[in-house]
């Protein structure tokens, strides 16, 4: 059976056992994100960067390699629902932090002082859900970010999602007439950052906002990776 094949088969047994996902299959991305555990690299169903299955082909039990820590990164605390960054969780977390730094720069640039409280915490949940899109599946996720998220970076920092990310179209906040209730509630759903896939960053984020910098590039080194990942995975561009 082709990969293609397998792939459509699959998605079609999540469909129709109206499952949100199907994080239990191999060959998904779409899935949760484990920052705590230090052998989620060696997860059965661990696909993209990072991980660390056993390859039958080598003499080397690669399932013997220790996992790159991720527990340092600076979405942890605040991403807890399924996405497709799963399979490229090294490189969303470097993207994150570093889009992260570059928009408290802009705000010291405009303002000459550094970010509020409030405006951290708006800015982590923007950051975490635009490098983290929530998915139901491999096929089905929401990469624009909610209206009320990027609403608050804007009026707490004074910025836009273009200020300092690549793809600044992907926030709802330009799109939605303020003045018309239906359009705030259209612009809070089918995206990242709503009430439901969101919960407040923890104590633990916002203390380590000044050091996660450091601590992440010196404990998260990029290792091999034995696995392709699918063809319809979403791969953070930055």
């Not at 499952?19 to 299959?25: F, K, L």
């Not at 002082?113 to 859900?129: F, H, I, K, Q, Y």
């Not at 200020?163 to 359009?183: E, I, K, M």
Request: proline share 4%.
């Amino acid at each position: 059976m082709s990969r293609m094949v397998q792939v459509v088969a699959l998605f079609g047994l999540c469909v129709g056992w109206f499952s949100p996902r199907c994080a239990w299959a191999q060959g998904v991305c779409c899935n949760s994100i484990s920052f705590n555990d230090p052998d989620w690299c060696h997860a059965g169903n661990c696909l993209g960067e990072g991980c660390q299955l056993d390859n039958p082909n080598t003499q080397e039990d690669e399932s013997l390699r220790q996992c790159s820590d991720i527990s340092q990164c600076f979405c942890g605390g605040i991403v807890t629902w399924t996405t497709k960054s799963f399979c490229t969780v090294l490189k969303s977390c470097d993207n994150a932090q570093l889009d992260f730094e570059q928009a408290r720069t802009r705000i010291r640039e405009k303002t000459t002082a550094n970010p509020s409280e409030e405006c951290v915490n708006a800015l982590a949940r923007v950051v975490c859900a635009y490098h983290f899109p929530y998915c139901i599946n491999d096929v089905q996720s929401y990469d624009q970010v909610c209206f009320d998220s990027c609403n608050a970076v804007n009026q707490s920092c004074g910025l836009l999602l273009s200020d300092f990310a690549a793809v600044g179209s992907r926030c709802n906040l330009l799109l939605v007439d303020q003045t018309n209730p239906a359009q705030i509630l259209r612009g809070n759903e089918r995206c990242t950052a709503s009430a439901h896939t969101l919960r407040p960053p923890s104590l633990l984020v916002l203390l380590a906002v000044a050091t996660v910098s450091s601590a992440w590039h010196a404990g998260a080194a990029l290792l091999p990776v034995r696995r392709t990942v699918t063809a319809h995975a979403w791969l953070d561009v930055g």
